[in-house]
């Protein structure tokens, strides 16, 4: 049986590695991994997040969990020595909890939930144009809604201070797509013109 000439293989940065067929038996090291414990200590009795969301920083990593009914995220297969930003909400409030730049190879870390503003505009649409999409990037997170007012209106509920880069989209009649962006902070309403 042929060998391919290389093995490829991607480490947690998207880093590609080669391994040549012609060096006989090749040893690949399994990296260690690490597990986190994230503990939101006022988390509502019964509340389920809009998500649990750990980022690895550096990486396209996004790992999603559920709490448990005490408010606890367990993450586990992660790479030492890399941070990390972690961000909950629970559905139907104005609250988050946010940490970020964590040292991922400690056991357990605290949070709590804050009170957070919404993140809010309006679509401007051209003639026989609808509202189709917006999504919010910042902080190391992504939001997104279809979600809109007649009046083309949006609103992203308990996002962490920052600014944020939204892009949106809507879907013309008989087929093709307008697009427009804006820049955005939680509390100062944004207007979105589509072209």
Sequence with gaps: MALPREIDARDWG??????SADAGLVSLEVPEICELTVRVS??????????????????????????????????TGLPPGRTANFL????????????TEIALGVDEVGAKLKTGSSLTGTLICPPGVKPSMVSAAGNGFQFQTSKFTEAGSFAFAAVP?????????GSRKGGGWCFGEAQARPGEPVVIRLK
């Design 42 to 75: 006022n988390w509502p009795e019964g509340a389920s997040p809009v998500k649990g969301e750990l980022h690895i920083q550096g990486t396209n990593v996004r790992l999603f969990r559920a709490p448990s009914a005490d408010g606890t995220f367990r993450f």
């Design 88 to 99: 909950a909400r629970p559905v139907g409030g104005e609250r988050f909890a946010l940490v």
């Design 14 to 19: 998207g880093e590609r590695r080669s391994v």
């Design 161 to 169: 201070p920052g600014t944020y880069h939204l892009t949106a989209y």
